[in-house]
């Protein structure tokens, strides 16, 4: 299974806090992430992180090419609602390839723990079976 992971400036410490406390859980998975949050991650954690570019560089569009693509199985994006972001609408685009593919996706660390704690109850290993039959992309 394949998670990527994302957080706005403010939000990066809640993300590495959290992905410290659930390393157990990331460690047995592919992990992506944008730029600057993979790299605290791994910095901070020792996890193995496939790194895109930095969100407001393209990074957000490079997780949702690979939504679109069929790579990617869970989202935790760590949002900060109160900063406007520059890159708006990569992060708009991204959310919404989410529900056009049916992926899911944490915006909070609330619901991000519900998620990882679904994922350690084994509720979506059935995931990992479909990876293994999918080809990619919708039409083909
Ligand atoms: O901007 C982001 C998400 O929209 C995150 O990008 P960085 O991880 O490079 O800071």
Not at 66 to 78: C, H, N, Q, R, Y
Not at 103 to 121: D, M, R, S, Y
């Amino acid at each position: 299974m394949n998670i990527a992971l994302i957080a706005h400036d403010k939000k990066k410490d809640d993300l590495v806090n959290f992905a410290i406390a659930y390393k157990h859980i990331f460690t047995k998975y592919n992990l992506f992430a944008t730029g600057t949050t993979g790299q605290r991650i791994m910095d901070e954690t020792g996890l193995s992180i496939t790194r895109m570019m930095s969100g407001p560089l393209g990074g957000d569009q490079q997780i949702g090419s690979m939504i679109a693509t069929g790579e990617l199985d869970l989202i935790l994006f760590f949002r900060d609602p109160l900063t406007a972001q520059p890159h708006e609408p990569d992060v708009s685009a991204l959310l919404r390839l989410c529900d056009v593919y049916g992926i899911p996706l944490a915006t909070n660390i609330a619901t991000a723990e519900l998620l990882v704690l679904a994922i350690e109850k084994g509720y979506f290993s059935w995931r990992d079976t479909a990876d293994k039959y999918k080809t990619k992309g919708l039409n083909s």
